[in-house]
Nanobody, 123 residues
Framework: QVQLVESGGGLVQAGGSLRLACAAS???????MGWFRRAPGKEREFVVV???????YYADSVKGRFTISRDNAKNTVYLQMNNLKPEDTAVYYC??????????????????WGQGTQVTVSS
């Protein structure tokens, strides 16, 4: 069983930065860990994922602005968000993919989810 706790959300002006963290309890070593977000009135969407081996895949909307990293010793994944835009406003969720199959950018491919952390970007 894996439990995920996100932190680091908040209110920031456009162009600003935030760093999210996701601390995992339980075994997550070598599991892909990702971030999704859900904006008001929209469905949850893929943001970025990092594999156990370090391969990273970003959504086009965040490429060049967001950076994911993981610290396996601390069982933690981070999301550095720079040059934030109002359209980045959403609840951000950390997720772990513990079973094979599915596609990395699909919500249903992930087995464990955090409770989410709110990110609000003002214009």
């Amino acid at each position: 069983q894996v439990q995920l706790v996100e932190s680091g959300g908040g209110l920031v002006q456009a162009g600003g930065s935030l760093r999210l963290a996701c601390a995992a309890s339980g075994r997550t070593f070598n599991y892909p860990m990702g971030w999704f977000r859900r904006a008001p009135g929209k469905e949850r969407e893929f943001v970025v994922v990092v594999s156990g081996g370090g391969a990273v895949y970003y959504a086009d909307s965040v490429k060049g602005r967001f950076t994911i990293s993981r610290d396996n010793a601390k069982n933690t994944v981070y999301l550095q968000m720079n040059n934030l835009k109002p359209e980045d406003t959403a609840v951000y969720y950390c997720a772990v993919r513990a079973t094979a199959g599915g596609v990395y950018y699909q919500v249903r491919s992930y087995d464990y989810w955090g409770q989410g952390t709110q990110v609000t970007v003002s214009s």
